[in-house]
């Protein structure tokens, strides 16, 4: 495992014993991304559907201490999708009018096939395009340095499964 930290991402590197197509199914699967996360922020999927396209949106039910209201909805929408290599999102919320409003951050994983049943992959953390305002009263990365490395884990047993 390996992990880098520069001044606005951070990410984490793992071999998976997994073919390519199952890691990344597992990723698309909404409804494992609680298990992957492992902070408890992530509660569950409200949307069902498999993650298939750029620009599709799923919304995730999620908790935390510090939130003002505890608990709270995000709208992540795709924002690369290339099956099975590349799978990105970004974290929003959905105003009562349908538009959604992006705080900045990106979630990605880079996988690369290693072996018929091993794939490399890398869970990225960027928070360069978080504007000031926002940085101004939230903390960023919002978790501790095991976190991506932990998820990767989680991301392994769901696929070796």
């Known amino acids: 495992m390996t992990a880098t930290p520069t001044d606005d991402t951070t990410s984490a590197t793992l071999v998976v014993a997994a073919a ?4 990344f199914a597992v990723l698309c699967d909404p409804g494992t991304h609680a298990a992957i996360d492992g902070t408890g922020w992530v509660q569950a ?3 069902r559907s498999p993650l298939d396209h750029a620009g ?19 709208a992540n ?7 099975p290599r590349t799978i990105a999102w970004t974290p929003g919320t959905e105003n009562g009018d ?11 994983y880079d996988l690369a096939v290693i072996g018929p049943h091993r794939t490399a992959v890398t869970l990225t953390y ?8 926002i940085r101004e009263y939230l903390q960023f990365p919002p978790f501790g340095p ?16």
Do not use: C, K
Not at 77 to 83: A, G, H, K, N, V
Not at 146 to 161: G, I, P, T, Y
């Open 77 to 83: 929408q795709l924002r690369e999708f290339d099956p």
């Open 20 to 23: 390519v197509d199952r890691v």
């Open 98 to 108: 349908g538009t959604l409003e992006f705080g900045g951050w990106i979630w990605r």
């Open 146 to 161: 095991d976190h991506l490395a932990n998820s990767l884990r989680h991301l392994a047993e769901l696929a070796v499964r």
């Open 126 to 133: 960027d928070w360069s395009a978080v504007p000031d305002r």
């Open 56 to 74: 599709q949106v799923f919304r995730m039910s999620m908790f935390h201490h510090n939130h003002p209201d505890g608990a709270y909805q995000v």
């Open 45 to 47: 999927s409200v949307d």
